[in-house]
């Protein structure tokens, strides 16, 4: 049917948390042979977070999920599937998603990790939209976060001075309305997993007092090599992705790559012939947050005005695999957000209450269950 409307995942939601504790160049000078001008020049970084010690993976995007359904006015049991792209989880197992989906008592949903290195949150959010235009689910919350603090080696100045701690989250909802999600690209090249990896802690090197000793719990990079690959696929995944929409590069309106390195970035845009007013960055205040970065720059790209109904958006992004990703978005929900009220905000906060109330009486219940069990086994043993 030639008028019928194409059923699209839209963004309806953003949050963003990044911790309170910020580690700036100087202090870095102070803990490896590095200096403020070196960082600045080769990275573009001025500070970044870092998780306090209550702080996790799972906290943060709690945090993140919740600004997101604030903003979209989404009550959490209406939640169908939650995702948290991160490679600093909470635990191996369970997964952080499912943490989340505990905190905020979005008993509808399904919940699971994805990992794919800084590459995380917009494969995330292409599975999302996907299983939401297949007709799967009609809200989503993907959510990008990392605690990269926890496996960097404070020793090490090649990468110590790279990364950050935070949280970023979208609400994604099932709509007719023109525009959404457009078209998504995910790639991977797995024979440059050695490049950046975290050596131990999988099944090829389980933790043990050698693997702690010789520091293989913390991330190894090639950094001119990953250097090398991101500046090739970054253009490269953002002229396929416009194309797929059936758009050109002059047509985005704001760009929001990876924020690894200002030189990738300048790189990129230069290659794409992307104006620069038409970049986001926010790398000089929070470096490399992996998972976290794409989501954490979109939430203030919008928060800061810099996105209308209409606007092509497009983020992209490259990471450990080596995988990389980028996706087009068309804008369409108006902006600025009208402001609800706030016995809205007070029942979502309650409803989270619950959930906690709700979750210590599961695990209670399963406690006294299986004490009861025992004492019945044993009467009959
Ligand atoms: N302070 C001072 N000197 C440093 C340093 C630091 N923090 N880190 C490295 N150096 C030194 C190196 O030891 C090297 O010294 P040498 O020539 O005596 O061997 C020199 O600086 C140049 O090193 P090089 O690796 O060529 O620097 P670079 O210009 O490539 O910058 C990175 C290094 C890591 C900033 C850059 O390669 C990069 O950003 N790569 C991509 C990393 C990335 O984005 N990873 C995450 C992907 S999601």
């Not at 131990?200 to 389980?206: L, W």
Request: glycine share 10%; with cysteine.
């Amino acid at each position: 049917m030639a008028n019928e409307r194409r059923r699209a995942a839209h963004i309806s939601g953003w949050g963003r948390y990044v911790p309170t504790g910020v580690l700036t160049n100087e202090d870095l000078s102070r803990m490896v042979d590095t200096s403020e001008e070196w960082i600045l020049q080769r990275t573009g970084i001025l500070e970044r977070r870092v998780a306090g010690s209550g702080e996790t993976t799972g906290s943060m995007s709690l945090r993140a999920a919740q600004a997101a359904l604030d903003v979209a006015q989404v009550d959490p049991r209406k939640v169908e599937l939650i995702i948290v792209a991160t490679v600093t989880p909470d635990y191996p197992f369970p997964s952080t998603a499912c943490l989340v989906q505990d905190a905020l008592g979005a008993r509808n949903a399904g919940a699971f990790d994805l990992s794919a290195g800084c590459s995380g949150f917009v494969y995330g959010l292409n599975v999302a939209a996907g299983l939401i235009e297949a007709g799967q689910y009609d809200n989503a919350l993907v959510i990008g976060a990392e605690t990269l603090s926890r496996i960097t080696d404070w020793t090490d100045r090649n990468t110590c001075v790279l990364f950050g701690d935070g949280a970023g989250a979208l609400v994604l909802q099932a709509n007719g309305a023109r525009g959404g999600v457009l078209s998504s690209v995910l790639r991977a090249d797995g024979s440059g997993g050695d490049l950046l990896k975290l050596p131990a802690g999988g099944s090829v090197q389980p933790a043990s007092s050698e693997s702690v000793d010789q520091r293989q719990h913390y991330i190894h990079m090639d950094g001119r090599q990953v250097f090398r690959f991101a500046t090739r696929v970054l253009p490269e995944a953002t002229r396929q992705v416009v194309e797929l929409a059936g758009l050109e590069v002059e047509d985005i309106a704001l760009y929001i790559p990876h924020q690894a390195n200002g030189r990738i970035i300048e790189s990129a845009v230069k290659a794409l012939g992307i104006p620069p007013e038409r970049v986001f960055t926010n790398l000089a205040r929070y470096g490399n947050t992996s998972s976290a970065s794409v989501p954490i720059a979109l939430a203030e790209a919008i928060d800061e005005g810099r996105v209308q109904r209409g606007d092509l958006v497009v983020v992209a992004a490259f990471g450990a695999g080596l995988a990389w990703a980028a996706t087009a978005i068309e804008w369409s929900l108006p902006l600025p957000v009208p402001k609800q009220p706030r016995r809205r905000i007070l029942w979502r906060r309650m409803l989270y209450h619950l959930a906690r109330v709700q979750s210590w009486r599961r695990r209670l219940c399963r406690r006294v269950g299986a004490w009861l069990r025992r004492l019945v086994e044993g009467e009959d043993a």
